[in-house]
């Protein structure tokens, strides 16, 4: 129900600095929007291609490339315009451009980490849940993964009794990492728990969770669930920190020499 306005709020990260920061006539909302427009058009567009039909991920393709062209053409004016003024290279008239003007680029980092954790929010939309039966020595195949349940484990401590399920995992032929899946049983509160291991890629993160077990068989009920752009979130998350520090820093502050050059102060 909240997500229209969701999408709302992304779309309106990239165009209420832009006018926030200029005169709002025709000719310059033109200037601004006609390209990030296109932008995001196009970045809807592949979403079918690449068989994601889901509105609410067409949408926030829609927003999340008209944001970052918006905030990139800022910048590129920004900088250009450092360039031209002063003779400064690309990356010291970015630089100087961003910490010179730190509360407006620094918003404009801030909301590049707001469209990160857009994106990431949307691929929870193709979350994939499976559930087998495995033992030690048998061999799962799930799409790109290979799941090699190589033992089984258990450690009875003075305060819970632990189990593991020792698994190599492979992306294609190469081996990933190998993870444990746990469940404790607490004997005081007699309770168990579940131990969730995690295999990250920029892609998606990998969950495993370790189901019931045949104590006489080892036959163990495993759980993996496959999270689509979740490290988005995180590093949307960064993002956000390190736009809200620069906004926080003082503005540089320079003087010009006799050859019009500026001299850090």
């Known amino acids: 129900m ?4 969701g999408i709302a709020l992304l779309v309106l990260s990239g165009i209420g600095p832009v006018i926030a920061w200029k005169k709002a006539s025709e000719a310059n909302l033109k200037r601004s929007f006609t390209w990030p427009i296109i932008i995001g058009l196009i970045g809807a567009a592949m979403m ?9 991920a067409i949408l926030t393709a829609f927003g999340a490339c008209f944001v970052i062209a918006t905030i990139t053409m800022e910048f590129y004016a920004g900088t250009r315009a450092r360039m031209v003024q ?3 290279k690309l990356g010291r008239a970015f630089l100087y451009t961003t910490l010179k003007n730190n509360r407006k680029y620094g918003g404009y980092i801030v909301h590049l980490g707001m469209v990160a954790i857009f ?5 929870t939309l193709y979350k994939e849940v499976y559930e087998f039966d495995m033992k030690p020595g048998d061999r799962k195949e799930l799409k790109e993964y290979t799941i090699d349940f190589k033992n089984f484990e258990e450690k009875d401590l003075p305060n819970q009794i632990e189990s593991y399920a020792i698994l190599d995992l492979y992306v294609g032929d190469r081996f990933a990492a190998t993870v444990k899946p746990a469940r404790f049983f607490y004997k ?4 168990p728990s579940t131990e969730v291991d995690i295999y990250s ?12 077990v045949d104590p006489v068989t080892q036959v163990t009920k495993i759980h993996v669930t496959l999270n689509p752009m979740i490290s988005w979130l995180w590093w949307g998350g960064l993002i956000l920190v390190l736009g809200g520090l620069i906004t926080m820093l003082p503005p540089l502050r320079v003087r010009r020499n006799d050859s019009n050059r500026e001299i850090k102060e």
Request: aromatic share 22%.
């Open 188 to 191: 005081a509160q007699e309770q």
């Open 86 to 88: 002063f003779g400064d």
């Open 201 to 212: 890629r920029f892609k998606e993160d990998v969950y495993f969770t370790l189901g019931s």
């Open 119 to 123: 994106v990431g929010i949307a691929g």
């Open 2 to 5: 909240l997500a229209p306005f």
């Open 48 to 56: 079918p291609l690449l068989q994601l039909f889901e509105w609410y």
